[in-house]
């Protein structure tokens, strides 16, 4: 049987359609974006707050059980709004809301700071050392600072500490260590040597005891060299000047008496035998000698620029040049007053008379050629001036033949 009738369709519930910001926003979350945006951490909110970091991170949780004291709370929420540029009194109210925390009446005794004691023993809830907190690292372990490269070098370390004191102690021992020296004769029984016969001849004998075959004492050399070493010898000095000391300039040299024909030494007045005379073969070379007639300034350097000579010469001065490997110059100011004897020769004058004279070579050969020899007759003042020396007694320079 077919009954006629309907059905009320069931009501299908509406589903609310969530938009992006449709989300419960709690207080902590608008003040730790808040404090992010301005780049403070906790410790600078509790730096420039002077609120303990701690609080701080419970306002953003909305636990009121962190405060020691509840009075306080308000205060805090409030002055850490104002901090974040926020409304301190909505901000109180949703704090209250989200933690459930009442105002109290300050003389009650929920506003006190006095917390009842528990009733089964508890510790107390350190919040820096609790891993709840984000703001503070967490404690590394006992082994976590310490590197293997660290170990390495320590084991070396002591490695090397060790090495060294094994090795001074070795040297140590090595110093300290007594060595005996051996002896050149054999050893013999000393018991039977008499003490009173200095222990240097043949053991004395008892009746009835024979002598040692064979015994042969030590000698006071041997023992002496036992007992001291050859370093503690006096050493033996040779003089370094002993070749030089034994030489005689009496038997040569140039004041060494002549040799007779027949060869035998001629003995001086303490008999000591002299050598062969010396003898020059070489003929000297010829000197240079400045001869002066009038007054005239001179001046004679030598090939160096050294100075040798310098002075104003009157008539009858001469002068000896020296016999360098270089001829010294000559510069003159009167150069007509000044002649030059050579081997007894006279050659000059410098030049004209009232003339200067300048870097003249005072050689023989450069004299020879560019002066000719000078007539005595025809000049009359170099003849007085060699008349004058030769009736005092002083030759012009020449050498031997």
Sequence with gaps: MIRNGFRRAKKEPTVETVGFDAFELRLGDLMRGERATMGKSLLDVQRELKIKAAYIAAIENADPTAFDTPGFIAGYVRSYARYLNM???????????????????GM??????????????????????????????????????????AIGSFAVLIA?????????????????????????????????????????????TDAGVDVVAGFQAPSTEALDRLYRPQALDAPVLVPRDGPIASLDPRNGGSIAAPVPLDGTAVAQNDGAPTGP?????????????????????????????TTIYEAVMTAGDTFDVPQTEDPATLRIGESGAVYFAVNGAHYGPVGPRGSVTSNLALSVGNLTETYAAVDLDADSDLAEVVRFAEVQGIAPVEADQ
């Design 87 to 105: 409304d301190p009194d909505w901000a109180f109210d949703t704090f209250c809301t989200e933690s459930g925390f009442a105002t109290a009446h």
């Design 277 to 305: 005379n010396v003898q020059v073969t070489e003929t000297p070379r010829a000197g240079v000698q400045l001869v002066a007639v009038r007054d005239a300034w001179v001046r004679v350097r030598s090939a160096d620029g």
């Design 160 to 204: 090397l500490i060790g090495g060294l004191g094994f090795g001074g102690w070795t040297v140590l021992q090595e110093v300290q260590k007594v060595q005996l020296a051996p002896v050149e004769n054999t050893p013999v029984v000393v018991a039977d040597i008499d003490p009173l016969a200095g222990g240097s001849g043949v053991p004395a």
């Design 108 to 149: 009650s005794e929920q506003a006190s700071g006095t917390k009842p004691l528990p009733t089964a023993p508890r510790l107390e809830k350190d919040i820096f050392s609790t891993p709840a907190t984000p703001f503070i690292p967490a404690n590394d372990a006992m082994f976590a600072a310490v590197e293997p490269r």
